[in-house]
């Protein structure tokens, strides 16, 4: 049998969406914890990022540290924070949390930094203050970049929360795992399917977003940055 003969034969098996451990139940499990270390990130790197990108203090360092940042393994941040912590809300939200923000800081930072400064100078020659520059100018131009961050942390969130279940706990990763133990493979298509089908929805919703917050005019900023 293929890799998609298991897992839609596993998905599309009754039993697999009723009562406890089911697909229902796991899928808002890996939702929650997608959605929490993604906040949490985005809180952190956006305000980041737009003061950094506004004064240029900092950047390089920043931007070089963000994208060492990304070498860190998130399996091996989890299993060492497991070893010193235990099974806390830190050990599988602290890894997640670290993956999501290079994304969103470098892109933030880099739509902040690139508003013309043209633009710039008008806006301060209107009178504006620093803080009504950056809001009412300088984050809605920046704002297709923003999103490609976001988008970015995002898919990287809801493919690694996976990991949630090497430690005991729930979300799609752990059909995945139990199979492998198990040597079921319908579980471990099938996991990996909706995993596959939830980022796609994912990118589907910041689609959606882009068109609902970025003008038209300014789409093609994201587009030529993704």
């Known amino acids: 049998m293929s890799f998609f003969s298991y897992a ?21 499990a890996h939702l929650g914890y997608s959605g929490l270390p993604l906040l949490i990130a985005a809180l952190i790197a956006i305000p980041l990022g737009v003061l950094i990108g506004h004064t240029g203090r900092g950047a390089v360092f920043v931007v070089n540290l963000a994208n ?37 800081l470098v892109n933030v930072y880099e739509g902040v930094a690139g508003v ?9 020659g209107m009178g504006m203050t620093p803080w009504q ?7 809605p131009i920046a704002m297709p970049l923003i999103l490609v961050g976001l988008r970015t942390g995002a898919i990287f969130v809801v493919a690694t929360a996976t990991i949630a279940a090497y430690i005991g706990l729930g979300g799609l ?19 990996a399917l909706l995993v ?19 003008p038209a005019g300014l789409r093609g900023a994201g587009r030529d940055n993704q």
């Open 68 to 104: 060492a940042w990304r070498a860190i393994p998130t399996l091996g941040l989890l299993i060492l924070l497991a070893v010193y912590l235990g099974f806390t809300l830190f050990t599988w939200l602290i890894p997640l949390v670290v993956l999501a923000i290079p994304p969103i």
């Open 173 to 191: 990763g752990r059909f995945i795992i139990d199979g492998l133990a198990n040597t079921q493979y319908g579980p471990v298509a099938g996991g």
């Open 196 to 214: 596959v089908i939830l980022a796609l929805l994912v990118l589907g919703l910041f689609s959606l977003l882009s068109r609902l917050l970025v």
């Open 8 to 28: 839609w034969d596993w998905i599309t098996t009754d039993a697999n969406w009723h009562g406890s451990g089911s697909i229902p139940q796991q899928l808002v």
């Open 116 to 124: 013309d400064p043209g633009v710039k100078d008008a806006a301060k």
């Open 133 to 139: 520059q950056v809001i009412r100018v300088e984050v």
